[in-house]
């Protein structure tokens, strides 16, 4: 397991039951609680890429970087201001295409100095 956690508010995401082609993702804290089976396939390989890329930026960066997993349950986009702070968009869909369909969509706070602990704990978590 493994959780990025805001420098703002209450809000966590965690990753958990990382297994085979699969894990879960949680996001909750400060007035939202969503959570999702994700099947990433090989996908999840991207995930800890882009969590690696991002873990190697020392300075700042314009425009946005994300992620989707195959099915689009789970996507993830990272922004940073020019103070540093790193905001994650997290989007989770669930029973996409049936008549109760959600989708939750928050932001989560960090700063650029805490991508590389992320980065090396997404490491371990997806190639446990």
């Known amino acids: ?22 894990f879960r993702v949680e996001l909750k804290g400060f007035e939202v609680s ?3 089976d994700v099947w990433a396939y090989t996908d999840a390989n ?8 991002l873990g190697h ?9 994300s992620w989707a ?9 990272a922004t940073c201001t020019s103070l540093g702070n790193v905001t994650f968009r997290v989007t989770l869909l669930g029973l996409q295409g049936a008549p109760e ?5 928050a932001g989560l706070v960090t700063d650029l100095g805490q991508l590389e602990k992320i980065a090396k704990h997404a490491g371990v978590f997806f190639n446990e």
Request: charged share 30%; aromatic share 12%; proline share 0%.
């Open 34 to 36: 969503a959570s999702a």
């Open 69 to 77: 997993s195959i099915e689009r349950e789970f996507s993830l986009a």
């Open 46 to 53: 991207g995930l800890n890429e882009f969590f690696q890329e």
């Open 1 to 22: 397991m493994f959780s990025i956690h805001s420098t703002s508010s209450t809000r966590e995401l965690v990753f958990s039951a990382h297994k085979d082609e699969s």
């Open 57 to 65: 930026l020392k300075k700042r960066w314009q425009g946005q970087r």
């Open 101 to 105: 369909e959600w989708r939750v969509e």
